[in-house]
């Protein structure tokens, strides 16, 4: 298992993000589905190895990353997109994702490859020289899921990717999320449904810091035949399932 | 995004540049170099500097140890604003960019990606730092008529810098707000400016400050590492104290640094140790300077006798009836000096007693208890004399003071020595009144003071210059002296110098 996670808490002061969470996942794409709050982002943050847990266990790519030479291996595998991605604004497309691949010590010939590789693997080859200051949203996010993917990551966290990617992009996006994960654990967390329909093998729904489903897509769409409220199946699941978490 | 391209599995093969490949480190320094906000705030320094200091240090005369020296003094004043600003602005950077949870997620350690970026502000930062030094020195080499660049003064205020980047960009990176620049710049400036002032006397622990070149209340003067080699010890102790604040600083940021490995905190912990100690002993050998005779700072830790010896050097004399010969950093000096007292030297060439040859000798200092200096301006004999610090160029110098402080010391004391008969300070004590009235009729009217009711018989000089009564026989016989042609004055004096030496001339019996 790439992600190994038992009874994983994270506290922030009196309030508790993450409250227990058991999670294993393998290669293939994750969607970590749930309303605002119920404590993804700072679970993805865990396992990007930004912050350490309050208590339990989390290995990533078997290894521990509570201590510093396997973090410091975890990271180098790893590839991860925050959900406000910060950014240099003077620095180039290829600048800032050569950056990354810099910071993720990636061998130094192997660089200049896998920076135009990634570049053009989220269609920005055209913009590969501007500045970022010059690019849209949609652009900056597709920048960032670049400097995620240079390094080729065998662990890669991404906190809300498809914010601002217009249908076609988020159409294309899903394509390499599903091409990504053939290797790699992708764990994908968003409010978007139909990405994780579209793209997910699998499915983690959190609410108040617990996980309160674990399944594949149709599993969840199954569960809202009956109860659930929204346009599609998979959101009908959703709220069906929330409703009987908070019930 | 208006067309989008298929999504291509898996990935490309990878672009290989033949040739040799950059290590990652040098590529990310690299990036940060072109990206640093010192490379855009270059200019600001170097406005800086050539408003403020190269406009002072190259009024100075063309001297390599009065513009080595002033811009030790001056250079890094000028460069503490942009360069402290720019970089806690760098080192504020991640924050400010809300780019803190993309960077900590990497492999390579927090400590390094900032060493990194605060290399690259070193690096633009010294970049201005030494093409200031290169302007004035270049400029000097073209001048100065001996001698070559001083380089420990560059060697400290080259130091100073990456103190200063490594000050600002820690400030930076501990408090990424947006008015830690301001505030960090405005305090390492004025910590630099009073840390520079508070110094007194050569005992003082603030001469440390890298700001400060030679001692206390001589500083930068012309004959300071002129006649003797420039002393490096004080430079030693400044640059051991900005090396080790460096490294203190920098030290202290990767332990600062979350959750780093045991051997990172080990070998920062360390660093920071190791620059402690270096800043404190550098501190505290400052506290044991002296005074050399010479003008300069003795660290006795760091003294190198060998360094005590005299420069050798051929001076340069002046074409005059008595040549005046000065060392040759003073060449440029010489026709203004020849001018000045050339009257002097006329009268008294050929008299008994008279010298073959004036020559400049270094002035002699010695710290007195307190802050103050004592020159010992004295020289026996009227052969040899020591120039003023108040050449043409100095702050507050001009050349007509020049002239008549060569008139009034020079000028005096070689008339004074030839009509005193070589015995100058005993008979300084009461000299007759003849012998006043022809030293005073022979120098310039600046160099005599007269007075309506001079006490002759108590006060006939002060200061070697002659004290008379406007209405006394002895003003009388000056005036009358002095109306004489050279010539005249001249041969009088051949005939009748040693009488008036055993003071058996009167006043009434001068020409």
């Known amino acids: 298992m790439n992600v190994d996670i038992t009874d994983l808490t994270r506290r922030f002061g009196r309030n508790q993000a993450v409250a227990g969470v058991d999670l294993q996942a393998g290669p293939g794409v994750f969607g970590l589905l749930g309303p605002n709050g119920a404590g993804k982002t700072t679970l993805l943050r865990m396992m990007a190895t930004v912050i350490p847990p309050s208590s339990g266990r989390l290995r990533l790519l078997g290894r521990d990353p509570g201590a510093y030479g396997p973090r410091r291996e975890v990271r180098r595998r790893l590839g991860y997109l925050p959900q406000n991605l910060g950014y240099y604004p003077g620095f180039t497309v290829v600048e800032f994702v050569e950056y990354f691949a810099l910071l993720k010590e990636m061998p130094a010939a192997r660089v200049p490859g896998a920076v135009a590789t990634a570049v053009e693997r989220v269609d920005l080859g055209g913009r590969a020289k501007a500045k970022l200051r010059t690019l849209s949203g949609g652009m900056l996010r597709r920048v960032g899921i670049a400097q995620a993917i240079v390094n080729e990551p065998e662990l890669l966290l991404l906190d809300e990717p498809t914010a601002g990617l217009d249908p076609e992009q988020r159409v294309t996006f899903r394509a390499l999320l599903r091409d990504l994960g053939q290797q790699a654990t992708v764990v994908v967390s968003t409010h978007l449904v139909e990405d994780v329909g579209a793209a997910c093998s699998e499915v983690a729904l959190m609410d108040q810091g617990k996980i309160v489903f674990h399944g594949t897509p149709a599993e969840l769409t199954a569960r809202g035949t009956e109860h659930g409220t929204g346009d599609a199946p998979l959101e009908r699941g959703y709220t069906a399932v929330l409703a009987a978490a908070r019930s | ?511």
């Open chain 2, 1 to 511: 995004m208006t067309a989008t391209a298929p999504v291509t599995p898996g990935p490309r093969p990878a672009v290989r540049r033949p040739g040799m490949t950059i290590p990652g480190p040098a590529r990310l320094l690299r990036l940060e170099l072109r990206h640093n906000a010192m490379l855009w705030l270059l200019p600001v320094p170097l406005a800086l500097f050539w408003y403020n200091g190269y406009h002072e240090i190259m009024a100075l005369p063309p001297m390599w140890n009065l513009r080595a020296m002033t811009l030790q003094n001056r250079l890094l004043l000028d460069l503490v604003i942009p360069v402290t600003g720019a970089a806690a602005w760098m080192g504020s950077r991640e924050g400010r960019r809300n780019i803190a949870d993309l960077v900590v997620g990497t492999a390579r350690p927090r400590w390094a990606r900032q060493l990194a970026t605060w290399a690259a502000t070193t690096a633009w930062a010294e970049v201005a730092c030494l093409a200031c030094v290169a302007v004035v020195y270049v400029m000097t080499a073209r001048q100065a008529s001996w001698g070559g660049p001083l380089w420990w003064p560059v060697a400290v205020s080259a130091a100073g810098v990456p103190a200063l980047t490594a000050i600002g960009f820690a400030a930076g990176a501990w408090f990424p707000g947006r008015f830690v620049t301001p505030l960090v710049t405005i305090a390492v400036f004025f910590g630099l400016g009073f840390g520079t002032q508070a110094a007194s006397g050569d005992h003082s622990y603030w001469q440390i400050s890298p700001l400060t070149a030679g001692a206390f209340d001589i500083g930068a003067a012309p004959g300071v590492a002129t006649f003797y080699h420039y002393l490096p010890d004080l430079s030693i102790a400044q640059v051991m104290f900005t090396a080790g604040i460096t490294l203190a600083v920098l030290g202290a940021l990767g332990a600062s640094a979350a959750r780093s490995g045991p051997r990172l905190r080990w070998l920062t912990a360390v660093i920071t140790a190791a620059g402690l100690a270096a800043a404190g002993t550098a501190v505290a050998l400052a506290g044991t300077g002296r005074l050399d005779p010479h003008g300069m700072i003795v660290i006795p830790a760091l003294h190198d006798a060998a360094s005590n010896q005299p420069v050798r050097y051929a001076p340069a004399c002046s074409r005059t009836p008595i040549p005046v010969c000065v060392h040759p950093a003073f060449a440029v000096f010489l026709p203004a000096m020849t001018t000045a007292v050339g009257p002097e030297l006329t009268e008294v060439a050929g008299l008994p007693g008279a010298p073959a040859r004036i020559s400049q000798v270094a002035e002699v200092y010695q710290q007195e208890p307190q802050n103050g200096i004592t020159s010992l301006a004295g020289v026996p004999g009227g052969s040899a004399f020591i120039l003023t610090d108040q050449v043409p160029g100095e702050p507050g110098a001009t050349s007509a003071e020049f002239a008549a402080d060569l008139e009034d010391t020079l000028g005096v004391k070689l008339i004074r020595d030839v009509i005193l008969g070589g015995n100058a300070s005993a008979a300084a004590a009461r000299p007759s009144q003849a012998q006043l009235a022809v030293i005073a009729a022979s120098v310039r009217p600046g160099a005599v003071w007269l007075g309506p009711s001079a006490a002759d018989a108590d006060a006939p000089e002060v200061s070697g210059r002659p004290l008379l009564a406007l209405s006394s026989p002895a003003a009388r016989a000056a005036h009358r002296f002095s109306a004489l042609p050279p010539a005249a004055k001249h041969a009088w004096l051949a005939q009748h110098l040693a009488a008036l030496q055993a003071g058996q001339i009167s006043p009434a019996q001068l020409p």
